[in-house]
Antibody
Framework: QVTLRESGPALVKPTQTLTLTCTFS??????????VSWIRQPPGKALEWLAL???????YYSISLKTRLTISKDTSKSQVVLTMTNMDPVDTGTYYC?????????????WGQGTLVTVSS | QSVLTQPPSASGTPGQRVTISCSGS????????VSWYQHLPGTAPKLLIY???QRPSGVPDRLSGSKSGTSASLAISGLQSEDEADYYC???????????FGSGTKVTVL
């Protein structure tokens, strides 16, 4: 059974760095083709893809946020970590992690429940 | 601004057919497969369609997907009250070298 769970602070102050952790089970990021992405949804707005890390340690980022994002993985802990620097109130929203497989059709077949992050002083 | 364009809303009465469009370009829909997701507030998005028209196990066949050129569509037949949700298309963009989502469509069952 594949599961993903996001964890991190519910509240961060402007200019701070956000660190989110995605802990997953039921698959391994050592398996060829496996990928984990971070996706967010600001209140009342659309889903926005942020970053992806794959089984081969390749990293991909949203062009608009590339300078602020870092994605990494700890395969032994089955975790993927996203850091976002210089947080701003517009970054408020629900942050999801999701699995995809490069050797399939790249769809996000499993998602975490999401974690709400509020940016406020 | 989303890279993929969807109508902001769609509606129908129970039993009707509703179609949602997703418009992109040659670098995304034109060269990669499309997936569709249903999203209810406070829940994780649910995969409905992948590979343009494939349904995961458990998704009813009254949902169908198609793609032509740089556009894709999701059709919901036999509309039910439980279909009231937000729907998003997604694909890979070769120019942006990343995933892209649609702007989202809110489906209302009248």
């Amino acid at each position: 059974q594949v599961t993903l769970r996001e964890s991190g602070p519910a509240l961060v102050k402007p200019t701070q760095t956000l660190t989110l952790t995605c802990t997953f089970s039921g698959f391994s990021l050592r398996t060829s083709g496996m990928c984990v992405s971070w996706i967010r949804q600001p209140p009342g707005k659309a889903l926005e893809w942020l970053a992806l890390i794959d089984w081969d340690d390749d990293e991909y980022y949203s062009i608009s946020l590339k300078t602020r994002l870092t994605i990494s993985k700890d395969t032994s802990k089955s975790q993927v970590v996203l850091t976002m620097t210089n947080m701003d109130p517009v970054d408020t929203g629900t942050y999801y992690c999701a699995r995809s497989r490069r050797d399939d059709y790249n769809q996000f077949d499993y998602w975490g429940q999401g974690t709400l992050v509020t940016v406020s002083s | 601004q989303s890279v993929l364009t969807q109508p902001p809303s769609a509606s129908g009465t129970p039993g009707q057919r509703v179609t949602i469009s997703c418009s992109g370009s040659s670098s995304n829909i034109g060269s990669n497969t499309v997936s569709w997701y249903q999203h209810l507030p406070g829940t994780a998005p649910k995969l409905l369609i992948y590979g343009n028209s494939q349904r995961p196990s458990g998704v009813p066949d009254r949902l169908s997907g198609s793609k032509s050129g740089t556009s894709a569509s999701l059709a919901i037949s036999g509309l039910q009250s439980e279909d009231e949700a937000d729907y998003y298309c997604a694909t890979w963009d070769d120019s942006l070298n990343g995933h892209v989502f649609g702007s989202g469509t809110k489906v209302t069952v009248l």
